[in-house]
């Protein structure tokens, strides 16, 4: 999958990075409420602002844009790469054991495997039962891998300091040119974000 291009400047400082969720709430007559979470974890939605490009950077954001069709195809943003700061992350989702993977792509980038925590099904394991590959994966990501083979359905979280993989898409699927250089300086470029595997 593709990741915004690094070729062009990297977004100015700060970008907005918000959580998403999707609740169910049913209001009784009393005016009691019952709540229901209909996903497990968050999506992140991020605006991306730029302070300055030039035309070639311009063109490669544009491109980018075209070749995902608009808001058709998904890829990847890195949470805190363009300020280069590592944001602390708390029980992210990694991934759904499927009886025969242990090599797994990780959430993110952490600049080092001092102060992470993997869990399996929200019980922490050891330090000994797991270990990370830097930058290792296909889309640039770290790699997890597991000393043990998760079982069909088991929960791999992990909570860590680094930059978070957002996947992502454009939330806007038709824009004009200028549009969409005006949000990239002004009102802010808006990318969905997504679960796993939509």
């Keep these: 999958m593709a990741v915004l291009p690094s070729t062009a400047p990297y977004p100015a400082y700060e970008n907005v990075i918000a959580q ?18 209909k996903w497990d974890f968050p999506r992140y939605d991020v605006t991306l602002n730029y302070s300055g490009l030039d035309s ?18 998904a890829f990847y943003y890195y ?22 993977s242990t090599s797994i792509p990780f959430c993110g980038i952490s600049p080092t495997t001092v102060g992470i925590s993997i869990y399996k099904n929200a019980s922490i394991l050891s330090t000994t039962t797991w270990a990370m590959t830097s930058t290792d994966g296909v889309n640039g990501e770290d790699t997890l891998t597991l000393k043990f083979t998760p079982t069909t359905g088991d ?9 978070l993989k957002c996947r992502v898409r454009f939330k806007e699927d038709n824009m ?23």
Excluded: C
Aim: hydrophobic share 35%; aromatic share 14%; net charge positive.
């Design 56 to 73: 070639s950077q311009m063109q490669i954001l544009w491109n980018f844009y075209t070749a995902r069709k608009g808001a058709y195809e």
């Design 176 to 198: 004009s040119r200028s549009l969409f250089e005006y949000r990239l300086y002004r009102s802010g470029l808006e990318l969905l974000g997504l679960g796993p595997t939509t």
């Design 79 to 100: 949470a805190g790469k363009a300020e280069g700061i590592s944001y602390a992350w708390t029980s992210v989702y990694v991934a759904t054991g499927d009886g025969t």
């Design 20 to 37: 998403r969720f999707k609740t169910i709430i049913s209001v009784h007559d009393e005016g009691n409420e019952q709540r229901r979470a």
């Design 155 to 163: 929960v791999i979280t992990a909570s860590f300091s680094g930059y």
